[in-house]
């Protein structure tokens, strides 16, 4: 039987998985080692180059020694390179990564058992004691294992295209304004992580240099896919400068392109925007007192080889020395709303405007008839100040460089916003902790340690590509094509956790995904209305809205940046794993690359923990785990087999050794300071041990180590057997053991304990470890936490205490409900989702309103009320559907 994507939804349709209770698609029997895919934009795409991209298999479907195919929905086997990304406890395969190559064409495709194809070219990749080559095709790319390259050359049928290419940037000390000193770098190894035949990664790291100082670590990896003449460049880097003293005024990646022949047959491209590109000549042809003739200036603007010098119209041969040759061109994006373009013939010469426009794909060219090199920057005018500049193109050897951070800009000031204001102890703190939600505290709001990684595409052609060709690298450069794994088939597999897929079946639930969309699409235009734009902003919302000044507050203490509050990146992740939609996977997919770099400390005293909601990012005092949450990156993690967020989660795995000199809880006036046994700290189980439960969790299932088995182990275990279990809400930890220490009667209930992932791990946990004493204390917690308060005396006695967040609550009392199957539970956790306390209602309408000027608002908005009503929506509708109506 041929296995098709309608095989496949139609028995998603006909059954429900059993494993959990949930409602699930479920595959067919035949079409279990079927996985459908499709492009999140829905038609395939013009082009792109090379694709990477995630699959789930059921537990105990896929072993270890199964070979996968990809083929194309019409059966044709298609090149491609697949590696196990996840292991379910039994060992058979949870998570498997497929490659195709660049020239892998159709609408979708089916990952399946058999042997894979072979690309018509392979990537292959050769070792050796100082360097690494990868030859795709004619191109040949050289890496060194040290040195001050990140790529040594590139060449086209033995014909060298590209030169040393490397990190750049500038640094001025004292002040802003100080005196510039120029920034190089400096590999210290670079490691093959992949070799072939569809996809070659390798991994450079070092340091940027300021003379003899090293200073801004980096990480950059370097893909190579079949069938393409780019490498696809990953650029991370770690801020460890005083901000007070050191100010970044530069920072880029520079190529050198060799130049050769007439320099009227150079040519430089540069996108301006997604249908438009300045597209020129060093040396100009058109446009002349004299017409070389019609073939010379069409050649030209084609970027051609014009005829001879003796074949031009005279006297334009004769003179070509007194045109001048533009050697320099600059175009930069310093805003999210408008670019400038000049030119000038070289150093010393005054530059010359050539244009300006709004948005600028990010893409320049510098090259000729004998090759050239292009360089693409994705998010160019997102996290603007970017710039694209070309130097020296009228000389032997020209510069192409993409600046992440623009020279021609204010440099990056990341100096705390406000002074001291008299908060130099705890109750000051408190004091202001109260009026402006900020919890400030001296020399805590550091940006040392934050990170920021960016993608850029470096190609290099034999020859200059014609200008459409260069308009669409530009357009999938900027928003690049994605397959993604068809959302039936991942909910059929059982990961994740408890979701379903979009139901409409009754007016309830219609209403209800109704307001799911509408929300997604608010923010996401929100986004582009109030330009949550800038280097370090991009990819995170705004906490609070202040409806007075119809403006989202970006300047008041902990109601400006979002910084994960409630678990926005899980709301958006799981919206896109149940919808497919590209809107929601790509606002998903830029707040995953924010918040896991700019929210989270890499090095530093600070390492492995992430920065409350505030007006930098970095600005809150309360450092973190449940920002630094490795749950909150897991989902791209395995729907794209990206490295850096796996390295980032990896990071994570010990970072609860942080909390042995940063005491979060350490200006709560309630508090009692308490001596602990060595080794021991406080640790709350919501808000810290499931989020450091998440890096555990996909320690655990990417390696297969049973040491972050037995870690998660011996903490539910302990918590099952406290008196009150998860009511207990925290409790004494010994880093050693992993355990939570008995600390007797205690119930300490807190509206953020389950906010954070704890729902989500704790679902998935149950499932991949028989743990029953934690099921009965998560269980118990998910009943007790929003009961009547009638009910809560009864069970427990005085005192009941607020409840906040009765509304996200309620997905807690559905599990409960579900795995209990109790029909009245499931009311419950109706009402309580329906009541809006502590959340939002469900509107029949759409209640977003337009105002004058363009602006819109959403009444009552909040993101973190928005994220947990998001959560307990979808949560809900998988789990007490029925109780909904």
Same mark, same amino acid.
């Given at each position: 039987?041929?296995?098709?994507?309608?095989?496949?939804?139609?028995? !998603? &349709?006909? @059954?429900? #998985?059993?494993?959990? $209770?949930? =409602?699930?698609? *479920?595959?067919?029997?035949?079409?279990?080692? +079927?996985?459908?895919?499709?492009?999140?934009?829905?038609?395939?795409?013009?082009?792109?180059?090379?694709?990477?991209?995630?699959?789930?298999?059921?537990?105990?479907?896929?072993?270890?020694?199964?070979?996968?195919?990809?083929?194309?929905?019409?059966?044709?086997?298609?090149?491609?390179?697949?590696?196990?990304?996840?292991?379910?406890?039994?060992?058979?395969?949870?998570?498997?990564?497929? !490659? &195709?190559? @660049?020239? #892998?064409?159709?609408? $979708?495709? =089916?990952?399946? *058992?058999?042997?894979?194809?072979?690309?018509? +070219?392979?990537?292959?990749?050769?070792?050796?004691?100082?360097?690494?080559?990868?030859?795709?095709?004619?191109?040949?790319?050289?890496?060194?294992?040290?040195?001050?390259?990140?790529?040594?050359?590139?060449?086209?049928?033995?014909?060298?295209?590209?030169?040393?290419?490397?990190?750049?940037?500038?640094?001025?000390?004292?002040?802003?304004?100080?005196?510039?000193?120029?920034?190089?770098?400096?590999?210290?190894?670079?490691?093959?992580?992949?070799?072939?035949?569809?996809? *070659?990664?390798?991994?450079?790291?070092?340091?940027?240099?300021?003379?003899?100082?090293?200073?801004?670590?980096?990480?950059?990896?370097?893909?190579?896919?079949?069938?393409?003449?780019?490498?696809?460049?990953?650029?991370?880097?770690?801020?460890?400068?005083?901000?007070?003293?050191?100010?970044?005024?530069?920072?880029?990646?520079?190529?050198?392109?060799?130049?050769?022949?007439?320099?009227?047959?150079?040519?430089?491209?540069?996108?301006?925007?997604?249908?438009?590109?300045?597209?020129?000549?060093?040396?100009?042809?058109?446009?002349?007192?004299?017409?070389?003739?019609?073939?010379?200036?069409?050649?030209?603007?084609?970027?051609?080889?014009?005829?001879?010098?003796?074949?031009?119209?005279?006297?334009?041969?004769?003179?070509?020395?007194?045109?001048?040759?533009?050697?320099?061109?600059?175009?930069?994006?310093?805003?999210?709303?408008?670019?400038?373009?000049?030119?000038?013939?070289?150093?010393?010469?005054?530059?010359?405007?050539?244009?300006?426009?709004?948005?600028?794909?990010?893409?320049?060219?510098?090259?000729?008839?004998?090759?050239?090199?292009?360089?693409?920057?994705?998010?160019?005018?997102?996290?603007?100040?970017?710039?694209?500049?070309?130097?020296?193109?009228?000389?032997?050897?020209?510069?192409?460089?993409?600046?992440?951070?623009?020279?021609?800009?204010?440099?990056?000031?990341?100096?705390?916003?406000?002074?001291?204001?008299?908060?130099?102890?705890?109750?000051?703190?408190?004091?202001?902790?109260?009026?402006?939600?900020?919890?400030?505290?001296?020399?805590?709001?550091?940006?040392?340690?934050?990170?920021?990684?960016?993608?850029?595409?470096?190609?290099?052609?034999?020859?200059?590509?014609?200008?459409?060709?260069?308009?669409?690298?530009?357009?999938?450069?900027?928003?690049?094509?994605?397959?993604?794994?068809?959302?039936?088939?991942?909910?059929?597999?059982?990961?994740?956790?408890?979701?379903?897929?979009?139901?409409?079946?009754?007016?309830?639930?219609?209403?209800?995904?109704?307001?799911?969309?509408?929300?997604?699409?608010?923010?996401?235009?929100?986004?582009?209305?109030?330009?949550?734009?800038?280097?370090?902003?991009?990819?995170?919302?705004?906490?609070?809205?202040?409806?007075?000044?119809?403006?989202?507050?970006?300047?008041?203490?902990?109601?400006?940046?979002?910084?994960?509050?409630?678990?926005?990146?899980?709301?958006?992740?799981?919206?896109?794993?149940?919808?497919?939609?590209?809107?929601?996977?790509?606002?998903?997919?830029?707040?995953?690359?924010?918040?896991?770099?700019?929210?989270?400390?890499?090095?530093?005293?600070?390492?492995?923990?992430?920065?409350?909601?505030?007006?930098?990012?970095?600005?809150?005092?309360?450092?973190?785990?449940?920002?630094?949450?490795?749950?909150?990156?897991?989902?791209?993690?395995?729907?794209?087999?990206?490295?850096?967020?796996?390295?980032?989660?990896?990071?994570?795995?010990?970072?609860?050794?942080?909390?042995?000199?940063?005491?979060?809880?350490?200006?709560?006036?309630?508090?009692?300071?308490?001596?602990?046994?060595?080794?021991?700290?406080?640790?709350?189980?919501?808000?810290?041990?499931?989020?450091?439960?998440?890096?555990?969790?996909?320690?655990?299932?990417?390696?297969?180590?049973?040491?972050?088995?037995?870690?998660?182990?011996?903490?539910?275990?302990?918590?099952?057997?406290?008196?009150?279990?998860?009511?207990?809400?925290?409790?004494?930890?010994?880093?050693?053991?992993?355990?939570?220490?008995?600390?007797?009667?205690?119930?300490?209930?807190?509206?953020?304990?389950?906010?954070?992932?704890?729902?989500?791990?704790?679902?998935?946990?149950?499932?991949?470890?028989?743990?029953?004493?934690?099921?009965?204390?998560?269980?118990?917690?998910?009943?007790?936490?929003?009961?009547?308060?009638?009910?809560?005396?009864?069970?427990?006695?005085?005192?009941?205490?607020?409840?906040?967040?009765?509304?996200?609550?309620?997905?807690?009392?559905?599990?409960?409900?579900?795995?209990?199957?109790?029909?009245?539970?499931?009311?419950?956790?109706?009402?309580?989702?329906?009541?809006?306390?502590?959340?939002?209602?469900?509107?029949?309408?759409?209640?977003?309103?337009?105002?004058?000027?363009?602006?819109?608002?959403?009444?009552?908005?909040?993101?973190?009320?928005?994220?947990?009503?998001?959560?307990?929506?979808?949560?809900?509708?998988?789990?007490?559907?029925?109780?909904?109506?």
């Amino acid at each position: 039987m041929q296995v098709t994507r309608r095989t496949v939804m139609r028995g !998603a &349709l006909l @059954a429900t #998985a059993a494993s959990a $209770g949930v =409602v699930r698609a *479920a595959l067919p029997r035949q079409a279990v080692l +079927a996985a459908p895919v499709r492009w999140i934009d829905g038609a395939a795409p013009a082009r792109h180059a090379g694709q990477t991209f995630g699959v789930a298999w059921p537990r105990g479907v896929v072993s270890k020694r199964q070979r996968l195919q990809v083929r194309s929905a019409a059966g044709a086997l298609v090149a491609s390179q697949s590696w196990p990304t996840a292991f379910w406890p039994d060992g058979s395969i949870k998570w498997t990564a497929h !490659a &195709l190559p @660049a020239d #892998a064409v159709g609408e $979708g495709f =089916v990952v399946g *058992a058999g042997n894979a194809g072979l690309p018509a +070219a392979p990537v292959r990749v050769i070792e050796s004691a100082d360097g690494i080559t990868i030859r795709s095709g004619a191109l040949v790319w050289e890496i060194a294992r040290s040195g001050d390259a990140i790529v040594r050359s590139a060449r086209s049928g033995g014909r060298a295209v590209l030169g040393r290419t490397a990190l750049v940037g500038a640094i001025g000390t004292g002040a802003p304004e100080g005196e510039r000193q120029a920034l190089s770098c400096r590999v210290d190894r670079a490691t093959v992580e992949q070799s072939g035949p569809v996809r *070659a990664v390798v991994k450079v790291e070092g340091w940027h240099l300021a003379g003899a100082r090293q200073l801004l670590p980096f990480s950059v990896r370097l893909y190579a896919y079949a069938g393409s003449a780019a490498l696809r460049i990953v650029h991370s880097f770690v801020h460890d400068l005083d901000p007070a003293e050191t100010f970044i005024s530069g920072l880029g990646v520079a190529a050198t392109v060799p130049m050769a022949g007439e320099l009227h047959d150079r040519h430089v491209r540069l996108a301006t925007g997604d249908e438009t590109m300045f597209a020129e000549a060093v040396r100009p042809l058109t446009g002349l007192r004299r017409d070389p003739d019609k073939r010379a200036r069409e050649a030209q603007v084609a970027g051609k080889p014009v005829p001879p010098i003796a074949e031009l119209r005279a006297p334009v041969g004769q003179l070509l020395e007194r045109i001048p040759a533009w050697g320099d061109f600059s175009l930069a994006q310093l805003s999210a709303n408008g670019f400038t373009l000049a030119k000038r013939t070289g150093e010393g010469h005054g530059w010359v405007d050539a244009g300006e426009g709004r948005r600028a794909p990010g893409l320049g060219y510098v090259g000729g008839p004998q090759g050239g090199v292009a360089i693409a920057q994705r998010y160019f005018w997102q996290r603007h100040p970017s710039q694209i500049d070309i130097r020296g193109a009228a000389s032997d050897s020209a510069t192409l460089t993409a600046w992440l951070w623009s020279p021609d800009a204010r440099p990056m000031d990341l100096r705390p916003y406000h002074g001291t204001m008299g908060m130099e102890s705890y109750d000051a703190q408190n004091q202001g902790l109260d009026i402006t939600y900020e919890d400030y505290e001296p020399g805590w709001g550091t940006p040392n340690g934050i990170a920021r990684t960016s993608e850029l595409t470096l190609w290099a052609f034999d020859a200059t590509p014609e200008t459409p060709d260069l308009q669409a690298l530009a357009r999938a450069a900027a928003t690049p094509p994605q397959l993604m794994a068809d959302p039936a088939h991942l909910n059929a597999a059982g990961v994740f956790g408890d979701w379903g897929l979009p139901d409409r079946s009754t007016p309830k639930r219609a209403m209800i995904e109704d307001r799911l969309a509408n929300l997604i699409d608010f923010y996401a235009g929100e986004v582009d209305r109030r330009s949550w734009y800038g280097f370090w902003n991009h990819g995170d919302v705004m906490h609070s809205y202040d409806a007075d000044r119809h403006q989202w507050r970006y300047d008041i203490g902990g109601f400006a940046w979002d910084n994960s509050e409630l678990s926005t990146d899980l709301w958006l992740w799981y919206a896109a794993l149940r919808s497919g939609d590209a809107q929601t996977w790509r606002l998903a997919e830029a707040m995953t690359r924010h918040t896991s770099e700019v929210d989270v400390y890499h090095l530093g005293r600070f390492a492995g923990l992430g920065t409350r909601h505030g007006v930098q990012h970095w600005s809150d005092s309360s450092k973190q785990p449940r920002v630094s949450n490795a749950l909150y990156r897991r989902i791209f993690y395995y729907l794209t087999a990206d490295e850096r967020t796996g390295d980032l989660m990896r990071e994570l795995i010990r970072s609860e050794k942080a909390l042995l000199t940063v005491e979060i809880g350490r200006k709560v006036p309630s508090k009692k300071q308490r001596t602990l046994p060595e080794g021991a700290i406080e640790m709350s189980f919501g808000t810290t041990w499931c989020t450091i439960a998440g890096a555990w969790l996909a320690e655990w299932e990417r390696t297969g180590d049973t040491q972050w088995r037995d870690r998660l182990l011996a903490g539910m275990d302990s918590i099952g057997r406290l008196p009150h279990g998860w009511m207990t809400g925290g409790a004494r930890y010994d880093l050693k053991s992993g355990r939570f220490l008995d600390m007797g009667d205690k119930i300490g209930l807190s509206h953020l304990n389950a906010v954070f992932g704890a729902v989500e791990v704790s679902s998935e946990l149950l499932s991949l470890i028989n743990v029953p004493r934690y099921r009965a204390a998560w269980l118990d917690y998910c009943r007790w936490y929003n009961a009547p308060r009638a009910d809560y005396l009864a069970k427990f006695g005085e005192p009941f205490g607020p409840r906040n967040l009765r509304q996200g609550h309620s997905r807690l009392t559905a599990y409960a409900a579900q795995q209990e199957k109790d029909p009245a539970l499931a009311r419950r956790a109706a009402e309580e989702f329906y009541s809006g306390d502590a959340g939002m209602g469900v509107p029949t309408s759409d209640p977003r309103v337009t105002l004058p000027g363009g602006v819109v608002e959403w009444p009552g908005v909040s993101t973190n009320g928005s994220a947990q009503w998001g959560l307990a929506a979808i949560q809900n509708l998988a789990l007490v559907p029925e109780a909904l109506d």
